[in-house]
């Protein structure tokens, strides 16, 4: 083979003999080390190996990686890490979870059966609305998938990987089997394997065992995909790759969004629970009626089909349109809806979480000051500069001191890197210039271990009220290790404070204006950050909130029981020092107290919190594991797309409370209608081509224009209570008028068609002039609903009143809808009695006849 390993100055090719020759010469038997030298790329050991064996192999050799050609034939062997991108449902989900439901199973069965009995014409028009439904949700579902996917791919991380003894960006698709790769702060582990080298690092597996606390991880420690690395950096050999990953093994549960109901979708989530209770008595009914009275099979199909469309899926139908007209609008604003409920889940937020770092700050910090304590500054400096370049855990901070005072690396005995739970980090040096344990954190951490004078901690005290994030350099000379007996960091004791620094967070643009809106709106903030409590509150003078704000530690936190813990997360604005586990039980704490919570973080140890949240949102530059939980993302980190979010949110509620004030009046008529004509015992009043002619001029094309043409503003909670004041009386008078007319022409003519015609025509006529009832133009027609001065609805009623006419009008047209055409004068009599009713209806309305003879309170949102 080709490929070329150097094992202490000396170059071999692979091969057995060479490889048990040379491992011999370094005492160790073949046997024993064969795991070791499993790989031929690289000396990297097993679980079976024990931790000698690993560290002497590790000091042999060099990491060199694959060969670009030993990866291209691994690749074609089938050692590829080649498991299908999973972002999203498939498209063979989104089909078969928009065709398969309750309510389209029952109308297929029932259209299969009329297509059986030789009614294929009935067939097409029973199911026909509820398939050119699942077409445009299929449809309208895919696009939001294909965007999804898009975006996803466009922001895919790249990894790096070695090859040919290089480090270069590649795909995690071009792993294979036996890669080295190289996972640094904010990297996702995107497969299996095990540490290499001398890197140390922390990683995040909440995602795949739950728990937040970080794992710190060492050679020979396994490491798993999906995890996340948050401080430190190493190498790790890719064994599991591709369906073999432990990722690419969970089920398809654990994989996908985590699904909170709205409250709209819960509330009519219980109608249409009803309903189905409703339309299965109806159905019994009917059976029982059929039985008895032995009427015909075909007859009695067509009587269920009509009662099989009480079913309103077109209202559930009309959910989804609505959200993904929300989410295509707010894709121009600047924010990507991964959960169709976000934006209207938005609107529902009466209390807004904030991670201070990265969100209402641009995760951009400048050093501000630097204070020497009993040193000079220029040795401090000199010494900050070494420190910044010789951690292998690189962050902002470490970033903004290397820019300002730039020394070269030294070599570093033991590290500990900073995790947002403990607050600090620290490096222990054995050099001549620079020698003992170096300490960088919080005042407030490290002031168990550090004394600190009066004036030192006035300084601290004044920077932090002034919105500086203030950190504390210590020194102790002893060289020793900075972890206890269970290999756990621990803070070393009689340390020696030598320098002050402070840094200077950048706010995001527009955060004043869009955190200002979210307060005039009535909702409530929590700023939630890891830094000083001061220097958050700081931050939240600069965006132009209550300065008398009160603020809490995560430290004064943890001495609380649950009854202080959930009064302080009601009273309090500003949480600092607050560690991952204290966000998520601040979000849960408020949840289990009525409120309905929203998460707006960018980290890794923000996942948790975003998850607890009804709502998480997340910033596009985050970290993978946040945008991968979060119901909305933030292009471009802009907080501009908020409130047009929240607006988006209240046209989406009132234009469903539009649409639920139709579907409620017709199906309320039909079963009043239906259970009334059983009862009477005269003849069906509809049959499935004219009830769903009926259905597709009042119930069909107007919830798709109400819908559109909503407009923002705050309703009242409770939607079903919202519209009962509309619903009772128009659903009660157009009983009385369909039952009038229908059993006067029957009594009058003999002849069911007519009738039926007749009942078919003042039901479209009485349903269409609901519209600007629903939508009042002007304020003679406020009464059920408040004033609007919207048009359209009333304009769309005329359109499809016109349309109505012109299938009357039409012979074929008219016939294949089981229609008559009836006398002039009918259609005459017919619209004026409608006018009657109408006028009488809006008397209903304003003198609230129906909420007092029922005793109920059911006022105008």
Not at 98 to 120: E, K, Q
Not at 229 to 241: D, I, L, N, P, R
Not at 505 to 527: S, T, W
Not at 783 to 790: E, H, L, M
């Amino acid at each position: 083979m080709d490929i070329t390993y150097r094992l202490e100055g000396f170059e071999f090719e692979w091969d057995e003999t060479k490889a048990r020759s040379n491992v011999e010469k370094h005492g160790v038997m073949f046997e024993e080390a064969a795991e070791v030298f499993l790989d031929p790329f690289y000396i990297v050991g097993d679980a079976s190996a024990n931790r000698e064996e690993r560290e002497f192999a590790l000091e042999m050799s060099e990491i060199l990686g694959l060969s670009e050609q030993e990866a291209k034939s691994r690749r074609t062997r089938g050692l590829g890490n080649n498991a299908p991108i999973k972002t999203s449902r498939s498209y063979a989900e989104i089909f078969r979870q928009n065709v398969f439901t309750f309510t389209n199973s029952v109308l297929i069965g029932i259209g299969a059966i009329l297509v059986l009995l030789g009614r294929p014409g009935d067939a097409i028009v029973s199911v026909g609305v509820m398939m050119l439904n699942v077409v445009i949700g299929v449809i309208q579902e895919s696009r939001s998938k294909y965007q999804l996917d898009k975006i996803t791919l466009l922001t895919r991380p790249t990894v790096t990987v070695v090859r040919d003894g290089s480090k270069r960006s590649v795909d995690p698709s071009e792993i294979v089997r036996g890669d080295v790769l190289l996972a640094s702060a904010g990297d996702q582990v995107v497969v299996d394997g095990v540490i290499i080298g001398d890197g140390q690092m922390e990683v995040d597996e909440s995602l795949l065992t739950g728990e937040s606390d970080l794992t710190p991880k060492q050679t020979g420690d396994r490491v798993y995909s999906g995890s996340f690395c948050v401080t430190g950096s190493a190498f790790y050999e890719a064994q599991k790759v591709g369906k073999d990953s432990f990722a690419n093994q969970l089920t398809a549960s654990a994989r996908t969004f985590r699904q909170i109901l709205t409250p709209l979708q819960q509330e009519i989530n219980l109608v249409i629970r009803l309903l189905i209770g409703l339309v299965s008595y109806f159905l019994g009914l009917l059976a029982l009626i059929a039985s008895l009275k032995n009427i015909p099979i075909v007859e009695s199909v067509q009587m269920a089909a009509v009662v099989a469309g009480l079913i309103p899926i077109g209202l559930i139908f009309m959910i989804t349109v609505a959200y993904a007209l929300g989410a295509l609008r707010m894709v121009k604003m600047g924010a990507l809806v991964q959960q169709m409920n976000a934006i209207e889940s938005l609107s529902n937020v009466d209390v807004l979480c904030l991670d201070k770092t990265g969100t209402i700050t641009a995760n951009r910090i400048t050093l501000e000051r630097v204070h020497p304590i009993d040193m000079p500054m220029v040795e401090l400096t000199r010494l900050l500069g070494i420190y910044a370049a010789s951690t292998t855990a690189g962050n902002r901070t470490s970033e903004a001191i290397a820019h300002a005072y730039p020394e070269s690396a030294h070599p570093v005995w033991e590290e500990i890197m900073f995790s947002s739970d403990r607050k600090w980090s620290a490096l222990t040096f054995d050099q001549p210039d620079v020698q003992g344990m170096y300490l960088l954190g919080a005042p407030e951490i490290l002031q168990s271990v550090v004394l600190l004078n009066p004036e030192l901690q006035t300084q601290i005290d004044q920077w932090t009220a002034s919105g500086l994030r203030v950190l504390l350099f210590a020194h102790q000379p002893e060289v020793r290790s900075l972890h206890d007996s269970d290999r756990m960091p621990q803070l070393p004791s009689q340390l020696t404070p030598i320098g002050m620094i402070s840094f200077r967070d950048e706010l995001r643009p527009r955060a004043r204006e869009i955190l200002h809106g979210f307060v005039n709106a009535g909702i409530q903030l929590k700023i939630i950050s890891g830094d000083h409590p001061g220097t958050v509150a700081a931050i939240a003078k600069q965006v132009g909130l209550d300065p008398d704000l009160r603020t809490v530690s995560g430290i004064e936190l943890a001495a609380m029981d649950d009854l202080q813990f959930t009064q302080i997360a009601e009273e309090v604005t500003i949480f600092g020092r607050i560690t991952p586990q204290d966000k998520a039980r601040l979000v849960e704490v408020l949840r289990s107290q009525g409120h309905y919570v929203a998460m707006i973080g960018d980290g890794v140890n923000d996942v948790m919190s975003l998850k607890a949240a009804q709502l998480g949102i997340a910033m596009q530059s985050g970290s993978a594991a946040t945008r991968g939980v979060a119901d909305m993302v933030l292009l471009n980190d802009s907080f501009a797309a908020l409130l047009p979010a929240v607006e988006e949110g209240q046209r989406i509620i009132n234009g469903m409370k539009n649409v639920l004030r139709l579907f409620l009046v017709r199906i309320l008529h039909m079963s009043l209608l239906i259970n009334s004509a059983a009862a009477a015992g005269v003849d069906f009043p509809f049959v499935p081509k004219n009830s769903s002619l009926l259905l597709f001029l009042t119930v069909g094309i107007p919830p798709f224009a109400l819908a559109a043409w909503a407009r923002p503003g705050r309703s009242s909670p409770g939607l079903v209570r919202s519209v009962l004041h509309f619903v009772l009386p128009a659903a009660l008078m157009m009983f009385l008028l369909t039952t009038t007319v229908y059993i006067g022409y029957l009594l009058q003519t003999g002849e069911q068609a007519i009738a039926q015609s007749a009942l078919v025509t003042v039901a479209i006529m009485a349903g269409l002039l609901l519209l600007p009832f629903v939508e009042p133009p002007t304020k003679f027609w406020v009464g059920g609903a408040p004033f609007s001065g919207d048009w359209k609805p009333t304009l769309l009623a005329i359109g499809l009143l016109a349309i109505y006419a012109i299938i009357l009008a039409i012979p074929p047209v008219r016939t294949f809808f089981d229609l008559v055409l009836l006398d002039k004068q009918d259609y005459v009599l017919l619209a004026g009695i409608v006018v009657i009713w109408g006028l009488i209806l809006r008397l209903i309305w304003r003198n609230r006849w129906v909420d007092r003879f029922l005793d109920i309170d059911l006022r105008l949102p």
